[in-house]
């Protein structure tokens, strides 16, 4: 049999999409690479680990230890390694806990620190599994797994093909709203055009020759567009994502008060602000309507303006529940809800979107990119122009104004019922992906 390794993040207990989407997708890919004689590796990059959990302070890092256990014995894994590591304490203390929050201020340093650390695992890894590796193929593109990546590759050298997948828009672009935030930006965009370097150096030394996407828009900005011209195929994986099974067994009422709603990430980027002033509009002409948020904000800073805002314009109705788990207690709450509120400047699919429909929820969104290309269609989903509150505000409006009779016709569309067939299944997202990749490896 041949030899593939896969650089992934797949532990359910990160809070992050992509982390979850490969959780999923993970165990359908070893059992089609099986039957394609392919004797599949997973290698999970350290440094990833250590960023999601602060070095070890996160309140989940014995869910993670024992998720890389369970890992290791269902997958021929570098997780033995890793759970060595944390079990050592060799990074898990107070320095390197500090020393770490600089590194990631410090992009360039960081950068060689995570090139230091995976190219120690990496040749450990690589050992134990010889270098007869025939396919590298990273379901990631953050700057670690692309480091990992890039560091596997060098380590085999020889007739070896590589795969990408983005599950992110790589843009470098700058919030100029404060130093902090320009900072901040200017930070993130160095990492993100190191990124890219990266990738295009793989393609130049003839590795990688296969870009896949979650969705259509993270092939939107430019230099990513452009690498097709060095060679390279850009793949749809279509669909990109899917909703838990245990989503399509929570019961769905069929009358709804006037409650909106918003759960994720809560920051400027997501349209906290948007929220709150189409808020000032929605508690006017709708009298018993209410609006919830659930999720972490972005930082407590944020938090304090938040209820500063709310106090200042005498906004009534709103209910913070905080950070919900993903699952079947947060399924239950949104299914109360009338309207997913959802002004996000920037994604790159919305899972948010996707289970708010699944879960008997319309939609007022902006009309970003991927909302666009992937909701519009749907008549339970209304975009609305960027940064326009006073739509966003109405659109949520003619939405809790439908009688419950009215608002259930919605769901019974056939477009909305197809769709709803189509992101029902992981089996369906990996079978996409797999294909794609079969595609490249025959070629």
């Known amino acids: 049999m041949r030899k593939a390794v896969v650089v992934t993040m797949p532990l359910k207990n990160l809070p992050a999409g992509a982390f979850i989407r490969s959780s999923k997708v993970l165990p359908y890919l070893t059992k089609y690479f099986n039957r394609k004689r392919y004797k599949l ?25 024992k998720e890389l256990s369970l890992i290791s014995e269902k997958y021929r894994s570098n997780s033995r390694i890793i759970t060595n590591l944390l079990a050592s ?9 500090n020393n770490f929050r600089v590194l990631n201020t410090l992009s360039s340093i960081y950068i060689s620190f995570v090139r230091r650390i995976e190219e120690e695992i990496a040749k450990i890894f690589i050992d134990q599994i010889g270098r007869d ?37 790589l843009n470098e672009s700058f919030n100029l709203s404060s130093p902090i935030g320009l900072y901040k930006s200017a930070n993130s965009s160095y990492l993100i055009r190191k990124s890219i370097k990266i ?86 002409e709708v009298r018993d309507s209410k609006l919830y948020l659930i999720g972490d904000f972005a930082s407590r800073s944020l938090y304090s303006l938040f209820k500063k805002y709310i106090i200042e314009n005498n906004l009534k109705n709103i209910y913070y529940l905080g950070k919900i788990p993903h699952g079947d207690k947060l399924w239950r709450i949104l299914t109360r809800m009338k309207v997913l509120i959802y002004p996000s400047y920037t994604d790159t699919f919305s899972l948010t979107i996707l289970e708010a429909v699944f879960l008997g929820l319309s939609v007022v969104a902006y009309k970003i990119p991927v909302v666009e290309t992937l909701y519009s269609h749907l008549p339970v989903v209304k975009t609305v122009k960027i940064g326009n509150v006073e739509e966003l505000a109405n659109g949520i409006i003619d939405f809790l104004a439908m009688n419950d ?9 056939v477009v909305v019922k197809n769709f709803l067939e189509k992101y029902s299944s992981w ?10 990749l079969a595609r490249y490896l025959d070629g």
């Open 41 to 65: 590796y997973v290698y999970i990059p350290y440094t990833l680990i250590l960023k999601q959990t602060g070095y070890c302070k996160s309140r989940n890092n014995d869910l993670i230890i």
């Open 89 to 97: 304490k060799q990074f898990c203390n107070r320095k390197h806990s």
């Open 133 to 169: 590796v025939s396919f590298i193929y990273s379901m990631h593109e953050n700057i670690e797994a692309l480091i990992a990546y890039d560091v596997l590759l060098s380590l085999i050298q020889r007739n070896v093909k590589g795969a990408l997948m983005l599950q992110s828009v």
């Open 199 to 284: 990738i295009e150096e793989t393609i130049d030394n003839h590795y990688t020759r296969l870009l896949l996407g979650i969705s259509p828009v993270v092939f939107t900005p430019t230099r990513v567009y452009n690498l097709k011209h060095k060679g390279v195929h850009l793949g749809v994986v279509d669909p990109g994502n899917a909703v838990d099974n245990g989503i399509a067994c929570i019961e769905k009422p069929s009358r709804r008060k006037p409650y909106v709603v918003y759960f994720g990430r809560l920051s400027i980027e997501k349209g906290l602000k948007d929220i709150l002033e189409a808020w000032k509009i929605i508690q006017q």
């Open 405 to 413: 009779r009215e608002f259930n016709m919605l769901f019974e569309n």
């Open 427 to 436: 089996s369906n997202v990996a079978r996409a992906e797999y294909r794609l």
